[in-house]
């Protein structure tokens, strides 16, 4: 620990100035979209058809089949989800090419070897890990490859802090460590052939590219904490533990309490 004199030097020197200069730079953060070209490199193509697992509004699903030409079944376990998914399909016009798909990734009601790829964006952390992989590595073509995109906790994230966080983002506890990961992936018949840590990569293009206002959700985290009571009462304690979880996913990954990374596994040929 240095002395207090020893602090205020250093916070007057014109080194610790050119630090702060330096910090200005821009690293070149990978943006969002470089997962869709990390999927395109995979080779993914008109003939293929594309597992979006855990769909949402399929608006994924609509960006790969837009990207490569290929045919996707997105799937979902929420009514809600599907209904949005089928409204966006429809705009978008591509009924003929993406099929909505109701159903969870531990339980999928398809064939073996029904798909080339698997696209499966922050899903992961809700799931029961174990069956899901082995239901992806199942209806996987053999020597097919899934992407999974996964947020982790580092060592930077206290324990009750992490124990907040998974309840408030229903992430079970055991799917956000990486080693576990790895080891469920093999079990469920995966080779890893690569790992990509983002660490804080996207949301500082978000923040460069202003598509992400921390500050305004630093200022909701702060009234959030000043009016709990009152917010509890008038929308309820679980939308606002859901907000908070929210706003936490984010502010937790800039801040390297979580790490988001990207991983490629293949089905053996
Ligand atoms: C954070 S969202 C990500 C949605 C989309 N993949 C994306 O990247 O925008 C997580 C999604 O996982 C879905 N989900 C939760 N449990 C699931 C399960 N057991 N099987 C499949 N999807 C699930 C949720 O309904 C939700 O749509």
Redesign the pocket.
Known sequence: MPTVEELYGVWGSEEYDRLDADLERSLNPRGLASLYDIFGALGVGAEDLVLD????DA??AIEIVRRTGCRSVA????PL?MNKARRRVAEAGLEARIDVVQA???SLPFEDESFDYIWC???LN??ELEP?LRECHRVLRRGGSMLAYQTFATERLEPHEAQHLFAATASRAENMSPEFFERTAAVAGFRISSRDDLRTEWREAMLEQQTWDAVADLLSLARMSRLEPELVERYGGAAVEAKRGGLLWGLYQILGKTCSSIYLLERSA
Do not use: I, T
Not at 53 to 56: E, H, I, L, P, S
């Open positions: 697992a855990g769909a949402r608006v994924h799937v979902d376990p929420l989800h969870e990734l531990e964006r922050d899903v809700h799931v899901s």
